[in-house]
């Protein structure tokens, strides 16, 4: 029926905007925020038959409607796609095809709008498989001969709720996936200086602080930035405004979460971090903090930042600035995304929209890598780390905004976004069009899962006992102790915005 196609009777060459762009994040404003231009192999017509080269990573259940993946489509005026997504980890897919949620909805369909070329599938784990969560799914992935390549994860819990022991477990399988050629993107978490649970003590993730992955933030558009103050009501109150490009996102700027962004509790610093975080933590005002609940004064720039500040006596956290490594890697637009949910329109908000929304454009230049002979690009975070200092326009440097909230709350501190890498934002958002530009080749590639050891302590990798934790019966005693839980998604009730 024509009256379903909201984007017109036929497909575009160009997604149809049926919300106002920077009102949400549409499919063509995602594309500029991400600068997905002349370099993308496939028209966003795309998609169909091949290999699955782009997996979300569900959990808790999660589900999906395969036709509000088609209205999604129709409502952007594309071509609908040629087949279902494909199901993987369940028994039947039939288990994750009817009634859905918002978590896996958002996931899939970002996925399916941005990389149709890398046909995006689900990879719902298995709950009775090794307890059914993330080291579950590592383990799956790994016993799969040919799995997809980029895999999305918007799950996530608190570093400090397990043993340093089986966080070392869990980076070991996620080692293999890098060697593999595999490549696992993880959202930051959605609480500012917490990855889960809406308090404003300091708190890192489980997964994304692994050295073996990358972890995205989110950000958005300034209200302070064009069109929002382009506006006569806002000409006359404030003046001519400028624009700021994006800040991390944060209930105090317009969003209902607040990007998050920290150091890992066990994880010492990969070699690959190395210059970008001695960069941030040389600069001598006091850049990583704000005080939440007041405005900015001179003060700041001038003040020691007591909590990084090795002369400070309140430095609780300057071991682990110092040496430990640091979340996230990059950021990517996270705010405002259109979903339908069981045929109903929302808005989104979150790392569960930035995280997939990163994932495929690493599939698209994967899917580039294919078409030219190269190798999938793997654990991507040395090469992103040299490529911001070989070419710093492949990525969006985030100057404007901090992370000093919770999804509920402003705190008294957090961290503040500023030139080159910091905690709000990571090394900015990349370009993808950069990026393109400037894929590895064999010849210069070299062997970045070597360099990701380079330098890291001993004492991070050694451990007695380690092999104890490779069966499924060693996790079942770890769930025992009550190590070991199924956690919830990044979604919450940070996730969902209302409609406009």
């Given at each position: ?39 993308s192999?496939?028209?966003?017509l ?99 001969a ?11 819990d ?56 990358t ?52 994880r ?38 007591q ?50 929304a ?16 190269e190798?999938s ?20 440097d ?10 509920d ?41 070597a ?44 996730l ?5």
């Amino acid at each position: 029926r024509g009256c379903q196609r909201l984007g017109g009777f036929t497909p575009h060459k160009e997604p149809v905007d049926f919300i106002l762009p920077r009102g949400a994040e549409t499919l063509s404003a995602l594309q500029k925020d991400l600068g997905v231009g002349h370099g993308s192999a496939a028209s966003p017509l795309g998609g169909g038959g091949g290999k699955v080269e782009l997996a979300m990573g569900e959990f808790v259940d999660q589900s999906f409607s395969q036709a509000d993946i088609v209205d999604i489509k129709r409502a952007y005026g594309l071509r609908v796609p040629r087949r279902n997504a494909t199901i993987f980890g369940v028994p039947s897919p039939k288990e994750v095809n009817g009634d859905n949620s918002g978590e896996g909805s958002l996931d899939i369909q970002i996925a399916a709008q941005l990389a149709p070329e890398a046909n995006p599938g689900w990879w719902a784990q298995d709950p009775y498989f090794m307890e059914g969560y993330i080291l579950a799914y590592a383990v799956q992935v790994n016993d799969d001969a040919d799995p997809p390549l980029v895999h999305s994860i918007s799950w996530g819990d608190s570093e400090d709720a397990y043993p340093e022991i089986f966080v070392r477990r869990i980076d070991y399988e996620v080692m293999k996936w890098a060697l593999r050629g595999l490549t696992m993107v993880v959202s930051s978490g959605d609480n500012g200086l917490r990855s889960t649970y809406s308090t404003c003590d300091f708190g890192s993730d489980l997964l994304a602080a692994s050295p073996w992955i990358t972890s995205v933030g989110a950000t958005m558009t300034s209200l302070a930035s064009k069109p929002y103050c382009d506006n006569d009501a806002f000409l006359e109150a404030s003046g001519a405004c400028e624009e700021l490009g994006p800040v991390p996102c944060s209930v105090m700027t317009g969003a209902i979460m607040t990007s998050s962004g920290y150091f890992s509790l066990y994880r010492r610093r990969p070699a690959y971090q190395e210059v970008a975080l001695a960069e941030w933590l040389a600069t001598a005002e006091c850049a990583p903090c704000r005080t939440g609940r007041a405005k900015w004064g001179p003060k700041d720039l001038t003040t020691p930042c007591q909590f990084v500040n090795t002369t400070s006596k309140r430095c609780a956290l300057a071991p682990l600035a110092q040496l430990h490594r640091g979340v996230p890697d990059v950021t990517a637009p996270g705010s405002g995304y259109p979903t339908y949910v069981n045929g109903s329109l929302g808005l989104f908000d979150g790392t569960s929209a930035s995280a997939p929304a990163f994932a495929a454009i690493v599939a698209k230049l994967n899917h580039e890598q294919r078409r030219r002979g190269e190798p999938s690009l793997g654990l991507l975070n040395p090469w992103l780390y040299k490529l911001q200092v070989s070419h710093p326009r492949a990525f969006v440097d985030v100057v404007v905004g901090d992370i000093g909230s919770t999804c509920d709350e402003a705190c008294d501190w957090g961290w503040r976004a500023q030139a080159g890498w910091d905690p709000a934002s990571g090394l900015g958002v990349p370009v993808y069009d950069a990026l393109w530009e400037h894929l590895p080749r064999k010849a210069n590639q070299g062997d970045f899962a070597a360099e990701a050891t380079e330098h890291t302590p001993p004492s991070f990798w050694a451990g007695a006992g380690l092999g104890a934790l490779a069966g499924a019966g060693a996790v079942s005693a770890l769930v025992a102790a009550g190590y070991v839980v199924l956690r919830s998604g990044r979604e919450a009730r940070c996730l969902q915005r209302p409609a406009p």
